[in-house]
């Protein structure tokens, strides 16, 4: 199907055919601009066509060209400054936006917008007292606008050139929306530099805005305070403990504390910027501070890119096992930039993978077949390297797959009744190593055991054959994760299993698979069997 790359608009003046024409040059597209087309389909002019039929007669042949184009054009398509306050055009770009399209909402300066909408004359839409017709416009339009599009570019100052080069950044990122009858609807963001939205998704009403991060990622949380600052807010630097040091009441009470201290009110908001546990902890802060306040996610590890940042769940874990208490909140944005990862560690990288193989395993085999392709240069991930090389774009497809089939469950099952529960592949054992190992494994490593551990199981209750099994082993080992486990007695792992979410009463629950992207709930399987796929991971 052909559609356009991105669909810019704006106010008259703003710069859309200039910049958008520059966009185009620069990414090797086909431009168009819904003025030329009209003119082109009416065979006159546009002020000559308002003077003859009237402006109602005008929107209607508007409606008829940007809806086709919008169906049959691959290129940088700009809109009349009026265009996207007719409703069928409204509903044309809604179905666009919602297929992944992007509409780019281009805001001058309006001071430098209006002068160059006077000068060139020819604008029907100002006859009169022209400065006050494009004031009164842009009243009217301002706030469409901004709900219209899903990517805001701000240009004020900039050249045409440097417009373009922005724009060009965002319109690069990938969207994944997050949607449901029980959430407040938010978009992940994927891509180099979405980090620069911050203001955008957080909002005008916050006043003071929390950032919580860990130390490791200082230079990550740097950007993010001088773009708030930048925004006019008040930042301030929370630093947390690291990792699951971090997931703890006392930490949390500390958060409390100094937000009580600071006079943060219900309005004001947290930036929770680290690894999964820092995204986790933050989301917690901001779920039970004044009963629930805004929050963004700045992930900066894989796996908190593909997973833990996206979905509401937030927590942290007690002295008895992983996320014991914790609340599901939706967060307002979560902005997955490409450029924090120039700084993670390859073994860290590499345990990310470890939910991205999950999300293949129960929805995606595409995402099966990417790591399969690129399995040795994922392996050898270097961050220093990363944003110049052929890995960016694959990495970018991984996370964009993964956080589709992770907003695929959240957004049908927000509080895991029963669909979400697949998310929770691999993790029975996964959290059970995880606590026995003192926390010194990582998430994703314990999750691959718990995977390989989940197929065994799958494969003694005769759900699945060997080769399966068989298959699992060899693409997370493939990927240099950990594919067995031989630290802990039955005893204590099948206490800790007992312990986790997904049991009822005494009896265990597990997610098991019928077949590659079919996921099942398994209600309390034999106990010989339970058993017998653990001494089948130790070896
Ligand atoms: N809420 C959810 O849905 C969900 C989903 C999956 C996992 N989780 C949770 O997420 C946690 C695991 O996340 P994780 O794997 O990111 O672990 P983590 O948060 O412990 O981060 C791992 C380490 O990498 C460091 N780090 C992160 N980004 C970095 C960067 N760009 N540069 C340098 N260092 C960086 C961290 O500071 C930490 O030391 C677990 O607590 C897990 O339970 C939650
Ligand atoms: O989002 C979910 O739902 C998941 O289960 C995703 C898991 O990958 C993640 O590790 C989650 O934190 C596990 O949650 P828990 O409820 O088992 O603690």
Redesign the pocket.
Known sequence: MRRPVAVIIGMMGAGKTRVGKEVARMMNLPFADADNEIEHDAGMRIPEYFEKYGEPEFRELESDVVLDMLEDFDGIFSLGGGAPMTPSIQEGLARYVASGGKVVYLMADPEEAMERANRGGGRPMLNGDANMRWKKLYKERDPVFRRVANVHVGTRGQSPQAAARKLMEMIDQRIVHVTGSTIEPYDVRIGEGVMGQLAQVLGSKPVKVALIHTQPVQRHSDRARTLLRQAGYDAYDIIIPDAEAGKTIEVANGIWQRLGDEGFTRSDAIVGLGG?AAT?LAGFVAATWMRGIRYVNCPTSLLAMV??S????T?INTPQG???V?SFYTPAGVLADLKSLTSLPNDIFIEGLG?VV?SGFIMDPEILQILEDYADELRAFDGSTFLDSDLKDVVAELIEHTVSV?AY??SADLK?AGL??F??????L??AIEKLEHFRWR?GNA?AVGCVYAAELSHLLGYIDQDLVDYHRSLLGSLGLPTSWNNGTWDDVLALMHR???ARGNKLRFVVLDRIGHPIHLEDPPADAVEEAFRRIQQ
């Open positions: 999964g986790d997973d833990a996206t979905g509401g769940k927590g992983k996320n014991l914790g939910e999950k992770k469950h959240v895991e979400r529960e998310l929770n592949y691999g993790h029975t996964g959290h998430h999750v986790d979410k997904k």
